[in-house]
């Protein structure tokens, strides 16, 4: 295999974070501090290092720009069709998607981070780079794994009320969904465990908190467990 010669290309990573708030789906970005995407929202990455996984520079970056760690992380898509994409020069960057619940977070901006702030994900600003790009590539990605893969665990508090779990769903998918026969499927699939607790701070009959069952749950996912929304 011939070997490259006068090659000049570096490799970075970027992260697009979701998150659910108020049956709102969000998206964190930040501001750039340098360079001539200086005061301009991105998203959260940079170079990896040399020694570096993949994996490992896109927890380290949110770390030092957001102040975040991540359970849910998951390869996308990686960006360098086009060359000039980064005025830097030429970066192929390997874009990583990850899932959290905002609530257990007090992001900071750090590094060459000037803010950090989260997004209703039909609100983002113009961003620099191509990553409104890869946000809507993401938010199509989620969109369509949600109907075939169980998520929300990342994504929900701890205890949550059936109806949470619901919303998730209609806000993802952007659009209704039969709730009767989503409760039935979803508890037939037995991720959820029915605590003895009940929801506070709601108008009318409380309804029970739900947990998830991370080993059935991850158990499910592993093995391509569909749920099946043609009902929708």
């Given at each position: 295999m011939a070997i490259a010669k006068n090659q000049d290309i570096k490799l970075a990573v970027d992260a697009i974070v979701f998150g659910y708030n108020q049956n709102e789906l969000q998206v964190l970005l930040v501001k750039q501090k340098f360079g001539e995407?200086?005061?301009?929202?991105?998203?959260p990455g940079g170079f990896i290092n040399n020694d570096e996984p993949l994996k490992d520079a896109v927890i380290r970056e949110l770390n030092?720009?957001?102040?975040i760690r991540v359970d849910y992380l998951e390869q996308l898509y990686t960006y360098g069709d086009n060359v000039h994409?980064?005025?830097?020069?030429?970066?192929?960057?390997?874009?990583?998607y990850a899932l959290v619940d905002p609530s257990q977070f007090n992001i900071t901006a750090g590094s060459?981070?000037?803010?950090?702030?989260w997004f209703p994900l039909l609100k983002v600003p113009k961003t620099g780079y191509d990553h409104n790009k890869m946000?809507?590539?993401?938010?199509t990605r989620l969109?369509?794994?949600?109907?075939?893969?169980?998520?929300?665990?990342?994504?929900?508090?701890?205890?949550?009320p059936f109806s949470d779990l619901e919303n998730l769903y209609i806000t993802i998918l952007g659009k209704q969904i039969d709730r009767r026969n989503f409760r039935k499927k979803v508890l037939a699939s037995e991720i959820l465990i029915?605590?003895?607790?009940?929801?506070?701070?709601?108008?009318?009959?409380?309804?029970?908190?739900?947990?998830?069952?991370?080993?059935?749950?991850?158990?499910?996912?592993?093995?391509?467990?569909?749920l099946d929304l043609k009902f929708l």
């Open positions: 995407m200086a005061n301009k929202w991105v998203l030092e720009e957001a102040g994409r980064d005025p830097r020069g030429r970066v192929v960057s390997v874009a990583y060459d981070a000037k803010d950090a702030k946000i809507q590539y993401a938010s969109s369509d794994k949600i109907q075939y893969q169980p998520i929300g665990f990342e994504l929900l508090a701890d205890k949550f029915e605590t003895n607790e009940f929801a506070s701070n709601v108008v009318g009959r409380p309804g029970k908190l739900y947990q998830f069952d991370k080993s059935r749950y991850y158990e499910l996912a592993k093995s391509g467990w569909q």
